[in-house]
């Protein structure tokens, strides 16, 4: 069973890098560069605010509309750069109402305003555009629109982007390390659909055949945050009595679903009163949370995270830990929900360290079971998702080329947060570091050099060797013991130079620190033949000689 999931799980984390053109390559393109780079074109002006307004043909696959794009100058430039991807095309763009000149580059669009924009001014373009966008044939690894139809022959359409970007179906400024300060997001669909996107709702407007849904974002986005999701949907909706006060908290399913999503989605405000006592006051209480029926298996897109787990538990219906643990909640809510902390809140500058979000919050779930079920039954599950860990390549990816590391990110990643809790050794230190991450980093891009050392202030420990070891490079460190009559000799292999982490044993029952290093070390014994049980929660491997 095990194996199964194992495998299961990796082909998972294969569809996740390679479905996204984020393979493991060394050779990368001007074009990588363009998408992951922070080019000039890029540097000299801040996000402030975005109106997208489009129109959705589901019958036609096609888009039409605009996005304004507003802006601070930070430094004087008369060229932009805006990314929109193939087969859509730019119609036009404009300032002030007059028309510019746009030099196109692959993905990359270099718009060159009229005059040199002065340093602290405030302007904005509109960029209008339209086509058949690339269609997503297994969302949400491949990104893009989600064609699809309901039981009851509906249209059922969704967005879905990490990785790829955006600009697969947005004009946008499409790096992570500059988030919009707000946004506007008008979706005009057939009548008899219902569009629901990121935010709060604000107005419908009826026309003859259509309806425009208008939805207002109050807090920073990243731009995969920003989805679209059409349906036939019902709704429903409650109130949670959070750390900030009353929070909404709205369901919207496919008709027929209604009665089986109110008993399902009870998973939900579970999910937020475990989050709420370990990573601190969910960070979007402006702007709700909703989860969203989708035709694919789910993403975290920001107050509006998108479900389509067909109301099981576990992943798909299955325990990715293989301990059982994995299936005493919906994996998808309490995942993609988990990343409203880590991935909205707390938001990777370059998808090199994607890491911050996926190995967060794919420890949230062990977070989730320690609330609910205790400590135990956390830990089980965590040691128990060791057995999907590849090891096939360092989980931090090359930088400025869009390209994220290993899926080993998630796993490994919540397997190393697992070990870093042991080394604290204090439960409530910890989940006070936890919360004050999303409060110092509140709303913020970050990179992984900000949360090593932000770690190592917090937990009174320099912990760069420890990040090394784990983040940037596929050795798991092992622990190499033997006794010589009555002397206890131990020593890492398998590490980088430096390293020198603390293990917990337990000898003979009794609770023993040692601090091993590359070189033999010694520990004085009453007996020869003891009984020595290395603490599982450490994430190594273990070698008695």
Request: with cysteine; glycine share 6%; proline share 4%.
């Amino acid at each position: 069973m095990r194996y199964l999931l194992s495998v299961v799980f990796s082909l998972f984390l294969v569809s996740l890098a390679s479905s996204q053109l984020l393979q493991d390559k060394k050779k990368f393109t001007h074009q990588d560069t363009l998408r992951g780079s922070i080019t000039p074109e890029r540097a000299w002006w801040d996000l402030t605010y975005y109106h997208l307004d489009i129109s959705v043909d589901p019958e036609n696959k096609y888009i039409e509309g605009k996005n304004t794009i507003s802006y601070k100058v930070l430094e004087p430039n008369q060229v932009m750069q805006i990314d929109l991807q193939p087969p859509l095309k730019i119609l036009k763009v404009t300032q002030n109402g007059k028309e510019l000149k746009i030099k196109h580059d692959g993905n990359a669009h270099f718009i060159t305003l009229k005059s040199k924009q002065k340093k602290g001014t405030l302007n904005s373009i509109e960029v209008y555009y339209k086509g058949n966008p690339k269609e997503a044939r297994r969302a949400p690894w491949d990104g893009g629109f989600s064609w699809k139809q309901d039981p009851n022959g509906h249209p059922f359409v969704a967005t879905s982007c990490q990785g790829l970007g955006a600009s697969v179906w947005w004009p946008c400024k499409d790096h992570m390390y500059d988030e919009v300060d707000s946004m506007d997001i008008s979706v005009t669909v057939p009548k008899g659909l219902m569009d629901v996107s990121n935010g709060r709702l604000k107005s419908i407007k009826e026309h003859d055949s259509t309806a425009t849904y208008n939805w207002h974002v109050s807090n920073p986005i990243n731009n995969y945050g920003v989805n679209v999701n059409i349906g036939d949907y019902e709704h429903f909706s409650e109130t949670y009595k959070g750390e900030k006060g009353p929070l909404t908290m709205d369901y919207y399913v496919l008709k027929g679903n209604l009665e089986k999503a109110k008993e399902h989605f009870k998973d939900a405000p579970k999910m937020m009163e475990a989050f709420e006592h370990w990573f601190g006051p969910y960070p979007f209480y402006e702007d709700g949370y909703k989860l969203v029926e989708v035709p694919y298996l789910g993403m975290e897109h920001q107050s509006s995270v998108t479900y389509g787990n067909h109301y099981q538990k576990g992943y798909s219906g299955m325990d990715l830990s293989g301990t059982g643990w994995g299936l005493k909640f919906d994996f998808i809510i309490i995942h993609e929900s988990g990343h409203e902390w880590f991935a909205n809140n707390i938001t990777y500058k370059d998808i090199a360290d994607m890491w911050i979000h996926e190995g967060f919050t794919a420890y949230s779930e062990n977070l989730f079971l320690d609330y609910f079920f205790g400590k135990e039954a956390a830990r089980d599950y965590v040691i128990g998702t060791r057995a999907n860990i590849q090891n096939d390549r360092p989980i931090i990816g090359d930088y400025d080329v869009n390209h994220e590391g290993s899926g080993d990110m998630y796993y490994k990643g919540a397997n190393m947060l697992h070990t870093l809790r042991q080394l604290v050794e204090d439960d409530e230190k910890w989940r006070q570091i936890l919360r004050s991450m999303n409060k110092d980093f509140y709303h913020q891009t970050v990179t992984t050099q900000q949360i090593e050392e932000y770690l190592s202030k917090k937990t009174g420990y320099d912990l760069k060797e420890f990040f090394d070891q784990y983040l940037r490079t596929t050795k798991i460190p092992t622990l190499e013991y033997k006794m010589e009559d009555n002397i206890l000799k131990y020593r890492w292999t398998n590490i980088i130079d430096k390293f020198d982490m603390p293990i917990l044993v337990y000898i003979d029952n009794n609770a023993e620190w040692l601090y091993p290093k590359a070189e033999w070390k010694s520990l004085k014994l009453e007996t020869k033949t003891p009984n020595i049980v290395v603490d599982r929660n450490f994430y190594i491997d273990i070698k008695p000689l």
